[in-house]
C-alpha cells in the first residue's frame, strides 16, 4: 500500500509549528537598542556601537538594514533565489563595504543578536538625491499609494513616500528583498517597520481599489487591515521556511485604537494569530501621564511576553529630556509586567549621555 501523499506536508507544518514557537522564547529579559543607517555606516562606527551595546548590557541590536528601499547589506550577497537588486545606502561610502555581514561577525565576541531591522512600505527619504535613478521609486511609479482625491503621494510628506499595501506587486517585490536577507545572512531575526499606511487618508492606489472591487468587500477600512495582516501572515511563513528558529517580530503603533484606525494595523491579532514572535510597542510619549495611559492599555491585550517597550531615548528638539524621565518609564512598566525594554535609539542615549544611567 502507497504512503498517503499528505504525510510528508503534515510533517513538514508540525516541524515549522515546533520552531516558530520556539523562535519566540526569551531566556533572558529583552534589552534591545536601535541602531539608524547614521551609526552603522563604517566599520569604525560598528565596532564603537558594539562596544558600547556591551558595556552597557544589551542583548539585541535592531541594526538598520533596509532604510528607504536601499541597503545596509550586499543584495543577492551568495544565494540568488530571490530578486534582490536594491543598492547601497547612500550613507555608506565605501561600495565594497557590507556593513550587515561585518556586524555579524563582529557581533560573535560580544554574544548580543543582530536583528535586520527593515522598513517595509516607506521607500524614499524627503531628499531624492540620496536615491539612484534605478531606484524602485523612479522605475515603479504604479506601486505608490494614493489619497482619496486620487493623487499619489509625493516623496516631501510624512516619512517620504510609501508603497501601497494593497497592490499585489509591490507586497511580492518586499517579500523578496526580506527572503533574500534571511537566505544569505545568519540573522538573529528580521523586524518589520513601517508595515503600515502612511495614515487613513491613503489607500487608494487605483492597482489596490481594483483588487478591493474584485474582492466584493464593502468596507475599505477592514480591507486595508486584512491587506497587512495577510501580508504578515505570508511573511512569516515564508521566513520561517528559510529558517525555522528566525525571530521575527514588527514595530507599531503602541496606542493600538490608532494604530488600527489611522494606519490600518492590527497587531494585536498578529500576535493572537502567531503570524509574529513578539511587537515592539513604540512608547515614545515625553509626558509621563500619557505614556501611564498607554502602558495600562497594552497591559488590558495580556500579552505581555510577546511585547517588548520601546522608549525615547533622545531629547524633544527644545526643551530637555533627562534620564530621570526614563527610568520612571522603566519603573511604571514593571508594574504592569512588562520584562522586555527597548530603547530608541543608541545616538540618542550615546549623544545625551544616557547610558550609564538607565536603569533596566
Known sequence: MSKPRFLPYLFGLLILILFSGFSSKQKTPVRAMYATVWSISSAEAIDNLLETAHKYKFNQIFFQTRYRGDALYIANRKDSTYT?????????????????????????AYNIEIHAWVTVFVVTPHDLWKIKADHIYYTHPEWLTYNRQGDSMANNTHEGAFFDAGVPAAREYFLNVVSDIASNYDIAGIQFDYIRYPDSTYGY???????????????????KQNQLSSFVDTMYLQLKRIKPKLQISAAVIAKRDKALNKYSQDWVKWVENKSI?????????????TFSKLIEQAASVKLQKHMVVVLRAWPPASGSYPVAKINEKIKFTRKYHFKNMGFYSYAGMRDNNYLPYIRF
Open 205 to 223: 492606489n487605483p492597482i489596490a481599489m481594483q483588487e478591493f472591487k474584485n474582492s466584493g468587500s464593502k468596507d475599505i477600512k477592514q480591507w
Open 277 to 289: 514572535d513578539k511587537v515592539y510597542l513604540m512608547a515614545y510619549n515625553t509626558s509621563m501621564k
Open 84 to 108: 534582490n537588486t536594491e543598492h547601497l545606502c547612500y550613507t555608506v561610502k565605501d561600495s565594497t563595504f557590507d556593513p550587515l555581514a561585518y556586524a555579524l561577525e563582529k557581533a560573535k
